[in-house]
Structure formats: structure tokens, C-alpha cells
């Protein structure tokens, strides 16, 4: 079992819907949970963190964290052509090391 | 405030080669990570710096290395270079150690030949 879960996709959600992107993890003393947006040919870009169970809003950016399930997920509103980009789950657990998903494609079709 | 910098954007080396790579962090920034990308394995965990101490270590072999300078600046190593470590490297700053943001350079482009 894979440390932090994503599925690859590519997720194609239509321009202006909601995209749901997932993460499971797999060790139960995670304490950290990132978001990250990746576009072809450039670095990672931090879009979001949270901490605590529940959700965190910003802007169009919603991210939802279970603990008890070992879910964390990502809501993007209104989607845009713009958001397309490889999306990565992050994980910080007890060793202290920030472990990657392989990433989620996100397509946004106009 | 500007972001991390890395020093250069590409290197191309042969087999056997070794090679170092450079990292300023965000100004106040005083933990540096380093990952390594890769199609095949995505965004891999190398090391970790804080106060010119490493303080994590992933799981790669003793060719590659890291330091930390006072001024947070961060150096990374790679000896003997393989086919296999053709990747991205990407270093990423935050503002002390442990379970925070971390923000990420450009990343420096190497192929072995």
C-alpha cells in the first residue's frame, strides 16, 4: 500500500463545475495535509493546507480532511481552464517527512 | 519577498560525474528540503535541513548529500551519477522545520548521459 493514494486520472470536468480531487493516506499519525498545483514544466505550487478535521475554504479552493477515514480531499468551484494542472496531495506525518501523491491531471474543458 | 532560487536551471553530466547543486531559500526561511522528481516515481523526499543540521533523510543512497550554511543556503550533492538520477531536483523553503508550508523553487534539471 502506497503511502499517500491520488488517482492519476485525467479528471475532465466541463468549465464552471466542481472538481473533486481525493487522497487517501495511509499512516494514522499524519498531523500536516497540503495541496499542491503542479503545471507542465514548472515547480509545485502550494494552494492549500489544513490541520484539523473538517473543511477549509479560500477563494474557490475548499479542502476537506477526515483523519478517523484518513481522507483528505480538494473542492474546486468554478472550475477554469486555468486549473488544469497535475494536482499533488501532501502528507507530513510522525517521521517528519512531507510524502507526495503521484498526482491527480485535472482537465477543464471550456 | 522574492522566492527560492536555484542554481543552475539545467546540468547535463555523464556516468560517474558528480554534481552540485545550489538553493537559497525565501529570506527569513530557515528550513530547506530537498525532492527528487521523476516521471516514474513522482516527488520523492531527500532530505531536510534546519540550523545547518539535517534533521530528516529519505531513502536514497549515501551518493547523495546535503548541506546547510548559516545563512540558510543549501547545497545538494550527487557522486558517481547514474543514468537513474536524471530528474528534476527541487528544493523548497519554509520558515522553521517540522509539519508547515514549504514552498517551492523552480527546480534544477539534470540528465545523465
Known amino acids: 500500500q502506497k503511502e499517500v493514494e491520488q488517482n492519476s486520472g485525467p479528471l475532465s470536468v466541463p468549465e464552471g463545475a466542481i472538481a473533486s480531487l481525493n487522497c487517501t493516506y495511509s499512516?494514522?499519525?499524519?498531523?500536516?495535509f497540503f495541496w499542491y498545483r503542479q503545471y507542465s514544466g514548472k515547480s509545485p505550487e502550494l494552494i492549500m493546507s489544513?490541520?484539523?478535521?473538517g473543511d477549509k475554504e479560500d477563494g474557490r479552493f475548499t479542502a476537506q480532511l477526515n483523519k478517523a477515514s484518513q481522507y483528505v480531499s480538494l473542492l474546486i468551484r468554478d472550475s477554469q481552464p486555468s486549473d488544469s494542472a497535475t494536482y499533488l496531495c501532501?502528507?507530513?506525518?510522525?517521521?517528519?517527512?512531507?510524502?507526495f501523491g503521484q498526482g491527480t491531471t485535472l482537465q477543464v474543458k471550456p | 519577498k522574492a522566492g527560492v532560487t536555484q542554481t543552475p536551471r539545467y546540468l547535463i553530466k555523464t556516468r560517474g560525474q558528480q554534481v552540485t547543486l545550489s538553493c537559497s531559500p525565501i529570506?527569513?526561511?530557515?528550513?530547506v528540503s530537498w525532492y527528487q522528481q521523476t516521471p516514474g516515481q513522482g516527488l520523492q523526499f531527500l532530505f531536510e535541513?534546519?540550523?545547518?543540521?539535517?534533521?530528516n533523510k529519505g531513502n536514497f543512497p549515501g551518493r547523495f548529500s546535503g548541506r546547510q550554511f548559516s545563512n540558510s543556503r543549501s547545497e545538494m550533492n550527487v557522486s558517481t551519477l547514474e543514468l537513474g538520477d536524471s530528474a528534476l531536483y527541487l528544493c523548497?523553503?519554509?520558515?522553521?522545520?517540522?509539519?508547515?508550508?514549504?514552498?517551492f523553487g523552480p527546480g534544477t534539471r539534470l540528465t545523465v548521459l
Open positions: 523548497a523553503s519554509s520558515l522553521e522545520a517540522g509539519p508547515i508550508e514549504q514552498f
Open positions: 499512516d494514522r499519525g499524519s498531523q500536516s
Open positions: 489544513i490541520y484539523s478535521n
Open positions: 501532501a502528507v507530513k506525518g510522525n517521521t517528519g517527512k512531507l510524502i
Open positions: 529570506s527569513g526561511h530557515r528550513s
Open positions: 535541513y534546519f540550523s545547518e543540521t539535517q534533521r
